[in-house]
């Protein structure tokens, strides 16, 4: 576990800015003045590059979860972790089917991110694992797979909330980063493992990641209002 990383028992939120451009992720910041922590993903990154991460880290003091999900051989693997270190991002994402030796090598190259492998992506189910050759189910394959980033020195893991009540007591001081928030009001869309924010609470979640039950809401900032104060009046905001 990262001496350096956020107290993981402290359950925070992650705005998910699941937006084509700087100028659209800044409009949503601007919503939120008061927001600190924001998840950048793969569709952002590859707009914006790492300058506009580095400002909104160095120049508006913003925690950025950039959810790369890095999956190559070892030695790549490690060169990019190093790299999204020097940067300031405070976590990011490797995938656990990379591997033993693959998570290793990138717990060793990081000095100060946080790192949680991914487990079974919250798009899957047991049928779509079975499709490409796994034979466990979700639950089993999320608890092998965990087992390997615990076993490496991962600081937690990307799962979803359904595997929560079984990963709990197996990985204690885990970070439990939890997508596919949703309300009951919500519609699914393309996650099939979809939990509500007081069932992720409930059951251990640390940090959640929460986009299009904001920013599809018909009142985004009464949304974030209900999200801030289920978890203890906005600790992380």
């Known amino acids: 576990m990262n001496p350096n990383s956020e107290n993981p028992k402290v359950t925070r939120f992650w705005i998910a800015l699941d937006v084509a451009d700087q100028n659209l992720a800044e409009q949503w910041m601007a919503r939120f003045p008061h927001h600190k922590h924001y998840k950048v993903g793969m569709e952002l990154f590859y707009r914006t590059g790492p300058d506009v991460i580095k400002k909104w880290i160095e120049e508006d003091g913003l925690s950025i979860f950039l959810d790369l999900k890095l999956h190559d051989i070892p030695r790549t693997v490690a060169a990019a972790v190093s790299q999204l270190d020097a940067l300031g991002v405070s976590l990011t994402t490797i995938h656990l089917m990379g591997g033993r030796a693959m998570c290793e090598a990138a717990v060793q190259a990081r000095t100060h ?125």
Do not use: C
């Open 113 to 237: 991110l946080s790192l949680v492998g991914v487990s079974v992506l919250t798009s899957l189910g047991n049928d779509d694992l079975t499709m490409i050759g796994i034979s466990s189910n979700v639950a089993d394959q999320v608890k092998r797979l965990a087992a390997i980033g615990r076993d490496t020195g991962l600081d937690g893991i990307v799962l979803s909330g359904k595997e929560l009540i079984v990963l709990s007591p197996l990985w204690p001081e885990a970070r439990f980063v939890v997508p596919g928030i949703r309300r009951e009001s919500d519609a699914s869309n393309d996650q099939k493992r979809i939990i509500t924010p007081e069932q992720a609470v409930k059951h251990g979640a640390t940090d959640l990641v929460i986009g299009r039950t904001l920013l599809k809401a018909e009142d985004p900032i009464a949304a974030y209002q209900e999200l801030t104060k289920l978890l203890q009046g906005g600790r992380n905001s």
